[in-house]
C-alpha cells in the first residue's frame, strides 16, 4: 500500500457495512442484500449525488471533491468528527502521493522549550512528546520509571509507540489493557496517514507493522479512526504494580504534528502515591 488514494476505497467500504439500513429507514429492496450495511446507491441517495460520482469518489477516481460533497457523504455515512477529518484529507487534491515519493521522514526536532519544560515536570509528572507516526521523540526520567523503560538506549527506529506496543513482547505485560491500547495505536496511526500524508513516517511504520504483525492487520481493517486526545491507561509497573494513569495529549500549535503527552493520577489514589515513590527514588539516585 503505497498512495493514499489507497485508504480511500476500503474506509468507505467499511464506513457503509457498518451502517444498519433499517435505523436509516430504508427498505431492504426487491432482493436480500449480499452485504452487510448500505449499497452505494443508498449513500449516493442519502447525500444528493449521482451514483457514478459517488462510485468515483470510493474508487479514488474523483477529483477535486468540493467540501459541501464531502460534508454531504460524511452526513450520508454517519461519520464521527475524527473520520470526517480523516476523509478529507485523503481525498484532499495534492495528498495522493505516494509514501516513497514523500518528503523524508526524518524525526522532527523538538524544540528546547519543550525540552525544558520536560525537565520541569520530571520529578512530578511523567510526560512525552509523539511526533508524526507515533514517534516518541522527547520524555523526562520519570517517564522512564513509569514506563521501565530506558529511551536513551534504544534505537531511534524503535522509538515508536505502534512498533513498542506490537513488537515489543514486554508491551503486553506493561499494558494491562493491551488491547484498548493497541487498538488506539492503531487508530491513532491511521489518523496520522491522513493529517500527515507527505511526512511519509505513518506509512513506513505501517506497511512494517502489517509486514510482521498479524494483529496489527487484524485491527488496521477495521478501518477505524480516533485522535485521542485524552483518557486513562493502567500501566504495570514490575516493582509498584498496577498504576492508572490519567493522560492529556496536547498539540504543540507552532509544531505541526507534535504532541506533549503528560500521565497523573487523582489526588489521594494509590497511584499518586506511587508517582510520589517513582519521583523520590529518581530525587535520591540523582
Known amino acids: ?119 520541569a515536570m520530571g520529578e512530578s509528572v511523567p510526560a512525552m512528546v509523539y511526533g508524526p507516526g507515533t514517534d516518541l521523540l522527547a520524555w523526562n526520567r520519570l517517564a522512564k520509571s513509569v514506563y521501565s523503560t530506558d529511551f536513551d538506549a534504544l534505537p531511534a527506529e524503535d522509538l515508536n509507540g505502534a512498533r513498542i506496543v506490537f513488537l515489543d513482547p514486554f508491551a503486553r505485560e506493561l499494558y494491562l489493557d493491551w488491547e ?9 496511526l491511521r489518523a496520522d496517514i491522513g493529517k500527515f500524508p507527505g511526512h511519509g513516517r505513518a506509512y513506513r511504520v505501517m506497511c512494517e507493522l502489517r509486514d510482521a504483525s498479524p494483529e496489527f492487520s487484524r485491527f488496521w481493517e477495521n478501518q477505524d479512526v480516533s485522535d485521542r486526545q485524552h483518557g486513562v491507561k493502567r500501566i504495570h509497573h514490575p516493582e509498584l504494580g498496577e498504576l492508572v494513569l490519567t493522560y492529556e495529549a496536547l498539540e504543540l500549535p507552532t509544531d505541526p504534528g507534535q504532541r506533549l503527552c503528560t500521565y497523573t493520577a487523582p489526588t489521594g489514589s494509590e497511584t499518586e502515591r506511587k508517582l510520589r515513590e517513582l519521583a523520590t527514588r529518581i530525587t535520591v539516585s540523582v
Not at 457514478?52 to 470510493?58: G, K
Not at 523538538?110 to 525544558?116: S, T
Not at 484498548?180 to 491513532?188: C, G, L, T, W, Y
Open 180 to 188: 484498548h491500547v493497541a487498538e488506539d495505536s492503531v487508530s491513532s
Open 1 to 119: 500500500m503505497g498512495h493514499v488514494e489507497d485508504e480511500i476505497t476500503p474506509f468507505l467500504k467499511a464506513r457503509r457495512a457498518a451502517l444498519d439500513p433499517a435505523e436509516l429507514g430504508l427498505p431492504n429492496g426487491v432482493t436480500r442484500r449480499r452485504v452487510n450495511g448500505l449499497r452505494r446507491e443508498e449513500v449516493a441517495q442519502l447525500a444528493g449525488i449521482s451514483v457514478d460520482y459517488y462510485t468515483r469518489i470510493e474508487q479514488g477516481r474523483a477529483a477535486a471533491i468540493s467540501d459541501a460533497v464531502l460534508d454531504a457523504v460524511a452526513r450520508a455515512l454517519r461519520l464521527t468528527e475524527h473520520e470526517h477529518t480523516y476523509l478529507r484529507n485523503i481525498t484532499a487534491p495534492g495528498r495522493r502521493t505516494a509514501a516513497g515519493a514523500c518528503a523524508p521522514a526524518e524525526r522532527p526536532l523538538v524544540r528546547p522549550q519543550i525540552r525544558e519544560l520536560l525537565d
